[in-house]
C-alpha cells in the first residue's frame, strides 16, 4: 500500500528555499526571523499539498461536493482516512506532473519582504471560503492558546493556512483581505510584512510569571559552586575533585552507578569516588555535577510527576546524543558534552509545566492531530517557549556556552548565532529521532542538511540506524 502523500516541493528544493531564506535574511540583517518566516513558508507548503490531496481524495470517491457543509464533512473524512488511503499513484504522479507552484520572495517599494506562491490552478468557491475562514478566525483570536481551547471551530477551517495567518499576525501585520488574487487560470497568493516589524521582532521574551518562576528556583548550592570552580582549575587532582564529590552523599551514589553505566563499560565494577572519576575522566566530571545539582535542584522543588516524563524524554534523548556524536567522530568531549546537553535540554518545560500545568501537552497534542510543529506553534505562544526558558536557567546559573546553546537552539538549529553547532545539530536529531521511533515526527520533516551532516543518505538507512540505538537504548535502560 502507497501512503497518500505528494510533494508539489521536492526535499531537495525545500532545502534551497530554507538556504535561500537564510541568505536573504541575512543581507538584510533580520536572521533573527529566520524560523518566524520560514513557518509561513513551511505551513503553505502543506497547505498546497493537502489541498491538491483532498481534491484528490474526493475525486478518488467519487464526491462532488455541493456545499460548504458539505466539504468540512469530507475534509474531516479525509483527515480521518488519509493514512489508510490507497492512493491511485498514476492518479497523482499525473495530478502532480500538470501543477506548477511557484514562490517568489522579494522586498518591494514600500519595504516590506513578500512572499508570493503561484499555482496554476482555481480555488473553487467552497475551498475559497475555506481559507477565508481561517483567516478571520486567525484575526479574531489573540494567541493559539485560545485557539486550544477551541476544538470544534478548528474543525471547520483549514489548520495549515490559518497557522500560517497566525505567524503573520505574531509578526505584527494586521490581514484585513483574502491574500488571493486569480489570473488566467493562475492563482497567487501573496503576504507582505513590513521589514520595520522584523526589527522590533524579540525572539526571547518570556512571560512575567515564568520569569518570576525562574527567580524562585535557588541558586547552586555552594559545596556545587565550589566544586565546578575546583574543576576549572587546571591543576585539580583526582583527590582533590573526589573530595569535594563526597561531601554529597547522593551525588556520590549517582556517580558510582553512572561509572558503573553501559555508557562507560568499565572492566571491572567501579566501587570507589575515585576510580569513577577516573573513569569518567577529570574533564567531563563537570558535566556529571551539573547535572547531578540540577536534577536535585528540580527534584527538591518539583514534585516528581510533574518532571518524571521530562526527565525520562531527556535521558533517551542523552543516549541518542550520545550514540551520534560518536558517529559524527571519535572525539571524546563531543560525546561527552552531547550527553549532557541531551539530559538537560528540555528543563525548560519543567518550568512551564508547573506554571501552566497542561500547556505544553495540549500544544503537543494539537500539533500531533493537525501536523503542526509544535516548536513553532509554542513560539506563537509569547512568552510560553521552553527553549528560551531553558537557556534563561542557563544564565542564571552560568552554564558552559555549549550548554547554553543545546538548550536554546535545539529547535531551531541553523540559528546564526550558534557557536557550537556540531552538539546543537547533535541534541536536534536526537530529539528528532525520539519522535520519529513512535511515530510523531516524519522523516521528511526531519532538517535535510542535518541529516546529510550526519551521512544519513535515504530514509532507509536513516530508520536502521534508529531502530538499532533503539534496542540499545532498550538495554541501557534496563542496566540502570
Ligand atoms: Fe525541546
Ligand atoms: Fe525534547
Known amino acids: 500500500m502507497s501512503s497518500l502523500e505528494i510533494r508539489l516541493f521536492s526535499r531537495n528544493e525545500k532545502l534551497n528555499i530554507f538556504n535561500y531564506l537564510s541568505d536573504f535574511l541575512a543581507s538584510f540583517n533580520k536572521e533573527r526571523c529566520l524560523y518566524n518566516v520560514y513557518f509561513i513558508l513551511n505551513e503553505m507548503d502543506k497547505f498546497f499539498n493537502n489541498s491538491i490531496l483532498k481534491r484528490a481524495y474526493l475525486y478518488k470517491k467519487g464526491i462532488k461536493v455541493r456545499s460548504y457543509e458539505e466539504y468540512i464533512k469530507y475534509c474531516s473524512e479525509y483527515e480521518n482516512d488519509k493514512n489508510d488511503f490507497e492512493a491511485d499513484s498514476d492518479y497523482l504522479l499525473a495530478l502532480t506532473r500538470n501543477i506548477n507552484l511557484s514562490l517568489d520572495l522579494y522586498i518591494d517599494k514600500e519595504d516590506c519582504l513578500c512572499i508570493v506562491y503561484k499555482i496554476n490552478i482555481l480555488f473553487s468557491g467552497i475551498e475559497k471560503k475555506s481559507i477565508e475562514n481561517s483567516m478571520i478566525l486567525a484575526r479574531q483570536i489573540s494567541n493559539i492558546k485560545e485557539a486550544l481551547n477551541n476544538g470544534d471551530v478548528l474543525k471547520r477551517i483549514d489548520k495549515n493556512i490559518y497557522s500560517a495567518f497566525i505567524m503573520i499576525k505574531n509578526l505584527g501585520v494586521e490581514i484585513s483581505a483574502l491574500p488571493l488574487t486569480e489570473k488566467e487560470k493562475k492563482t497567487e497568493i501573496k503576504f507582505g510584512i513590513p521589514l520595520k516589524n522584523l526589527d522590533n521582532f524579540k525572539d526571547d ?12 528556583i535557588p541558586q547552586y548550592p555552594q559545596h556545587i559552586l565550589e566544586a565546578i570552580y575546583t574543576l576549572n582549575n587546571p591543576n585539580t587532582n583526582f583527590s582533590g575533585i573526589s573530595a569535594i564529590i563526597k561531601k554529597d552523599p547522593a551525588m556520590t551514589a549517582d556517580l558510582l552507578k553512572l561509572a558503573n553505566s553501559p555508557l562507560y563499560l568499565p572492566n571491572r565494577k567501579v566501587e570507589s569516588i575515585e576510580e569513577a572519576v577516573r573513569t569518567i575522566g577529570i574533564k567531563y566530571i563537570k558535566n556529571v555535577v551539573i547535572f547531578y545539582s540540577t536534577k536535585k535542584i528540580f527534584m527538591n522543588k518539583y514534585n516528581l510527576n510533574l518532571i518524571k516524563n521530562i526527565m525520562k524524554h531527556c535521558q533517551e534523548v542523552a543516549f541518542y546524543s550520545n550514540e551520534l556524536a560518536a558517529k559524527l567522530k571519535k572525539d571524546k568531549e563531543l560525546k561527552e558534552n552531547a550527553f549532557i546537553c541531551g539530559m ?37 505562544i509569547s512568552g510560553y517557549n521552553h527553549s528560551v526558558i531553558g537557556s534563561k536557567l542557563s544564565e542564571k546559573w552560568n552554564f558552559p556556552e555549549f550548554l547554553y546553546e543545546a538548550m536554546r537552539y535545539h529547535h531551531i538549529p541553523h540559528d546564526y548565532r ?24 516524519d522523516f521528511e520533516n526531519i532538517d535535510g542538511k542535518i541529516l546529510e551532516y550526519f551521512d544519513f543518505q535515504d530514509k532507509n538507512s536513516f530508520k536502521e540506524y534508529c531502530d538499532t540505538i533503539f534496542e540499545r537504548y532498550e538495554e541501557f535502560e534496563d542496566k540502570i
Open 205 to 216: 521574551i518570556i512571560s512575567e510569571e515564568i520569569s518570576k518562576e525562574i527567580q524562585n
Open 418 to 441: 550558534i557557536k557550537n553547532k556540531e552538539v546543537v545539530y547533535t541534541v536536534y536529531l536526537a530529539d528528532a529521532i525520539y519522535y520519529y521511533l513512535r511515530n510523531t515526527a
Open 344 to 380: 538537560l535540554h528540555d528543563f525548560g518545560k519543567i518550568i512551564v509545566n508547573s506554571v501552566k500545568p497542561g500547556l505544553i501537552d495540549s500544544i503537543n497534542d494539537l500539533c500531533l492531530k493537525n501536523g503542526m510543529n509544535s516548536f513553532s506553534v509554542e513560539s506563537i
